[in-house]
Structure formats: structure tokens, C-alpha cells
């Protein structure tokens, strides 16, 4: 008998990558959450909504979003902000739970950021044909605090580019569990997400979702 080391086992553990220099790629690592996390997220959604915005611009985004924390992210004709009150519904955003205060933080650490306490999760639901262009993270007011972005369900192939929206892009494939933290000297990259494949994830269904943690204020 010989023992198969490379076996579709090794698929099954965690894994740290580096993409570029302050981007850490931690394959598999919210899986032991995944239960957590989708029982949280049924109660966030149900209290704050997932809606489409629309861009200043005036386009529909193809991501349906929502968001938990103290502060949210919203777009609309007046441009991009934070908000501590959903305009939707002129409540408070949920509050961000715990388990999901803890698994940022703990991604944080992983990828070489401590003390990451974020303040905002922007939750973000692709349907089959969603995407999301090219852009940079650039509402937050400290651009030294990582950004940590979990991704669910269907799998998406996500870009990342350089400094400016002209610089060529890698692609990365990101599954269930998978979790990017990127920050340092990456924190400006422009990115985004090819639209998306249609499927059936067998947790999520036909949809991906990503959370997207920040420390926004
Ligand atoms: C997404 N994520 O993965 C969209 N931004 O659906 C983002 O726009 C993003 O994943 C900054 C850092 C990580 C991200
Ligand atoms: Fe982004």
C-alpha cells in the first residue's frame, strides 16, 4: 500500500499564500465557522435587508448589499460613505457579533496585522451574472488597518490589480471559507470580481457571499 500524501485530502486543510506584498491569501480558513457565520448572517439580513444600490453615476450595482457593525457602507446619488444609520429603514446597523469580531481578528493575525478591530462588515450577495468592477477601498479613514474578506458559497474569480485601474491584473480563484486580508503597502490596489458562474453551492445555493471587514471611522 502506498500512502498517498497528495490525496484530495490536502484540499481539505488550511492554507497561507501570499499574493503580493500585504495580501495574504488563508484558503479554507473560515470553515470551522461557517455554521456561525450563516445563522448570524440570517438575523443581520432580516433586520438590515440586502438591497441593490445605485452608484453616484446612477447605475444599479449587480451585488445586492447589506451591512453590519457600527458603521455601513451605502452609495447613492450623493457618492460613497459610512453611515451609522441604515437609510434604508433609519435604524442603527445590527450590531457586528461577536464570532464575527473574533474570526476577523484571528484572520488579521494570520496573515502578519495585529490588533485589527474592525468596525464594519459589509455583507455582499452575488447571484449568477453579479459582479463588481475594478475599484479601490478608499472610504476608510485609516488606510494602515487591513481589510478582511470572507468569502461563501459559490466560488468567484476575483482580480487584483495595482495602483492604478490601467495596471494589469492577477486572478485568483476564491472559494467557500476562503479569506483574503490585504493591507500594507496592497491596500490601495484597485479589484474586483468577474461575474459570477451559475451553480448550487450545497450550503448557500445558487449565490456567493462575501463579507468584507473594515475599520472604517
Ligand atoms: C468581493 N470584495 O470579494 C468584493 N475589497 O465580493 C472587495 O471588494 C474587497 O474582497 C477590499 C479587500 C478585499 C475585498
Ligand atoms: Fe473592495
Not at 451605502?74 to 433609519?90: A, F
Not at 496573515?111 to 459589509?122: E, I, N, Q, R, S
Amino acid at each position: 500500500m502506498t500512502l498517498d500524501l497528495f490525496s484530495a485530502d490536502e484540499d481539505a486543510l488550511p492554507s497561507h499564500e501570499v499574493i503580493c506584498p500585504g495580501a495574504v491569501l488563508l484558503r479554507r480558513f473560515a470553515l470551522p465557522h461557517e455554521a456561525n457565520i450563516l445563522q448570524a448572517l440570517h438575523s443581520i439580513l432580516a433586520s438590515a435587508p440586502l438591497r441593490h444600490m445605485h452608484t453616484p453615476g446612477g447605475f444599479r450595482m449587480s451585488v445586492a448589499m447589506s451591512s453590519c457593525g457600527t458603521l455601513g457602507w451605502v452609495t447613492d446619488p450623493h457618492g460613497y460613505r459610512y453611515t451609522r444609520i441604515n437609510p434604508e429603514n433609519n435604524q442603527p446597523w445590527p450590531a457586528m457579533p461577536a464570532g464575527f469580531l473574533q474570526l476577523a481578528h484571528a484572520a488579521a493575525l494570520a496573515a502578519g496585522f495585529t490588533d485589527f478591530v474592525p468596525d464594519a462588515c459589509l455583507i455582499n450577495r452575488y447571484e449568477p451574472d453579479a459582479r463588481m468592477s475594478l475599484h479601490q477601498d478608499k472610504n476608510e479613514r485609516d488606510f494602515s488597518q487591513p481589510i478582511v474578506s470572507v468569502s461563501l458559497g459559490l466560488p468567484a474569480v476575483f482580480q487584483f490589480g495595482g495602483m492604478q485601474r490601467s495596471d494589469a491584473a492577477v486572478r485568483i480563484p476564491l472559494g467557500h471559507g476562503d479569506i483574503v486580508v490585504w493591507g500594507g503597502p496592497s491596500r490601495l490596489r484597485f479589484h474586483g470580481v468577474l461575474p459570477l458562474k451559475a451553480g448550487q453551492h450545497p450550503l448557500l445555493g445558487a449565490q456567493r457571499i462575501n463579507l468584507t471587514f473594515r475599520k472604517a471611522g
